[in-house]
């Protein structure tokens, strides 16, 4: 059985005729929840799909992606003298771009001098494109986030060596 | 012929709502999903769901390879391509012509013809239709040479594309070539086309669409809808009809969207969308949209038409079912779209798990969703958690039910914009309705300064 809005239309104008102010009903397939709001008369509901998604075919590339995200945190590890560099992080989670499209150069390279308002890459989170600022005057000596890889919340992207630029 | 298995290339809200049209049509359905959806409500409802490959979404849904083989593999005789991803790419047409599969929406040539903004304009001109003053540019310089022939400041757009993905707003010459390198950066990866053209920026013009279904030979409209509450070219308010014009300004919107659609005999559900110059009772056509909108539901609720079942007839070959005399408009209908952003500070994306979704329910209430409570919002796609429609008797009466119904949701886990529309609905000038699409940005200022 599937249930439709159409059926939560019907099943409400049933309720709206009675003094009850709840109901529950759970199948295998779904559960769902209808209360009526005692001071307004208003219902709400909540709807759980229950039924476990039937995957007929597994992905070649699954494995392919859980080595990549391993191999992204294994990356870099800190070395104390290196505390005077400055990481450039990603503010949100997200696919990294180095370069302003596909085949054009990378916004940086290791060596290259930035400002603090110097674009260094892009990341796309949830289809929009947010530019990444150095946010650092100095000197890109490592870049820690391939192009085109997933870089978690406050990931290093990479890092720069303060200075005047 | 009758499809009795349908593959949808799509996820989210839409996903599942045309799942339920195919559910109740007794079609059968496949989903084919991202590995990041395999576990999402629209495989959870649907009959079988095929993993077209890693999350992000030019590995998988834009993938036109993928796509096919999945429906191939499956039998589906059909594909559904939703909005957005593929939905009008000429490539998965003619790839699914070639597999022997059917594509639910307008013909190759029709989407090469709209689907490329810089032919739409000249088909629309054809069609006796006024379109925006621009034009294509190839490089910076170009872009330059025709901002200041048209005029300061500029829209760039990706002729590749809709939805506002690629779309920058520019001032002057010096913020040119990050908005260029930012929207051929965008362009390319929502529509796998970087070209970009240009467009006069109207500040204050309303954008009002037309929705129009097509049989190949006959073409009704099934009315307007404003979208006009617009931020960064994201639409987060519709409704239907555009309130506040005159009856004669929006029957030659109708008119001029039937014989744009006419004119390319166009086969399918589509939407023809003017900028409105109110003051001068003029309207320009920006661009026609060959697929079903987010905002389709406002449309379903004042013509009483399932649009997706429209869809499915059409691309079965049958002749449209309804004459324009045949579809009648009543009441007045609003959507709202619940995203996971947080809208305080400066819409910033919330991707995460959703802990508890509840949602309003009711006479003239829709709520078209994804979402329940443990559901993932995956950092890769768009922030649209679901929409929230209201059909009222008049207007006024929809903006009342629309604010209990906002009252009565509750989203938790991931930060929604669920208050912006609450304080949207109870806004004055929006109350008096038909605001431009300057007003949202308005709003949000005249909010941020009290608030300072």
């Known amino acids: 059985m599937k249930l439709t809005n159409e059926d939560v239309q019907q099943i409400l104008q049933l309720l709206d005729a009675t003094k009850y102010d ?121 870049i820690c986030c391939d192009n085109a890889q997933f870089a978690e919340k406050d990931a290093v992207l990479m890092r720069i060596k303060p200075g005047a630029a | 012929m009758t499809l009795r ?81 593929l939905s009008e790419n000429q490539k998965l047409a003619a790839a699914c012509n070639h597999a022997d599969v059917l594509f639910i929406g307008p013909t190759v040539e029709q989407l090469d013809a709209v689907g490329d903004k810089l032919k739409a304009r000249a088909h629309a001109t054809a069609a006796g239709l006024l379109g925006v003053p621009g034009g294509e540019v190839r490089s910076f310089a170009e872009a330059q040479q025709l901002a200041e022939q048209i005029g300061w400041p500029i829209l760039i757009k990706a002729v590749g594309g809709g939805g506002g993905r690629g779309m920058k707003q520019v001032t002057d010459a010096s913020k040119l070539t990050e908005a260029m390198d930012l929207a051929t950066a965008e362009a390319q990866a929502s529509f796998s086309d970087p070209r970009l053209y240009v467009e006069r920026f109207v500040s204050h013009g309303r954008h009002i669409e037309v929705q129009v279904l097509g049989d190949g030979e006959n073409v009704i409209h099934l009315g307007t809808r404003d979208c006009s509450i617009q931020r960064r070219y994201q639409k987060l308010v519709e409704e239907a009809p555009a309130p506040n014009i005159s009856e004669t300004l929006r029957e030659e919107m109708h008119l001029a969207a039937v014989a744009f659609a006419r004119n390319l005999k166009y086969r399918g559900l589509g939407t023809v969308e003017f900028l409105v110059d109110c003051d001068r009772d003029a309207f320009y056509f920006l661009e026609m949209n060959a697929r079903i909108q987010v905002e389709h539901p406002i449309t379903e609720a004042i013509c009483g038409l399932d649009l997706v079942e429209e869809q499915i007839a059409v691309a079965e070959g049958r002749k449209l079912r309804w004459k324009q005399g045949d579809v009648k408009f009543s009441g007045h209908a609003i959507e709202c779209r619940i995203n996971a952003e947080d809208w305080e500070h400066d819409f910033c994306p919330s991707p995460g798990t959703v802990t508890h979704a509840v949602f309003p329910a009711g006479q003239g209430i829709r709520m078209d969703t994804h979402i329940q409570a443990g559901s993932k919002v995956p950092p890769f796609y768009d922030s649209l958690l679901g929409k929230l429609i209201i059909h009222g008797t008049d207007r006024k009466d929809a903006l009342r039910k629309m604010g209990r119904a906002l009252a009565n949701m509750e989203i938790t886990g991931v930060s929604t914009n669920l208050v912006m529309h609450a304080e949207l609905m109870r806004e004055n000038e929006f109350a008096r309705g038909g605001v431009n699409t300057a007003f949202l940005g308005q709003f949000l200022q005249n909010r941020n300064r009290e608030a300072a």
């Open chain 1, 22 to 142: 709840e109901l529950h009903l759970e199948t295998e397939r779904f559960k769902l929840t209808l209360r009526r709001n005692p001071a307004s008369g208003d219902w709400t509901q909540e709807t759980q799909v229950l039924w476990a998604p039937n995957v007929v075919q597994a992905s070649p590339h699954a494995s392919a992606v859980l080595n990549s995200a391993a191999s992204g945190a294994a990356k870099a590890p800190r070395d104390p003298r290196d505390v005077v560099w400055t990481d450039v992080r990603a503010h949100l989670p997200g696919t990294f771009y180095r370069a302003p499209k596909p085949g054009a150069l990378p916004f940086v390279e290791i060596g290259s001098q930035v400002e603090t308002d110097t674009v260094v890459g892009i990341i796309e989170t949830m289809k929009l494109m947010n530019a990444v600022h150095a946010e650092t005057c100095g000197e890109v000596v490592e």
């Open chain 2, 5 to 85: 298995r349908i593959l949808i290339a799509n996820r989210g809200e839409i996903a599942v709502r045309v799942i339920r049209t195919c559910q109740r049509l007794g079609i059968e359905t496949v989903l084919a999903a991202s590995e990041a959806d395999l576990d999402s409500m629209g495989a959870r409802l649907a009959d079988i769901t095929i993993c077209i490959g890693p999350a992000n979404s030019s590995a998988s849904y834009l993938n036109v390879e993928a796509v096919i083989a999945a429906a191939v593999a499956s039998k589906a005789q059909a594909i559904h391509p939703g909005y957005g991803f």
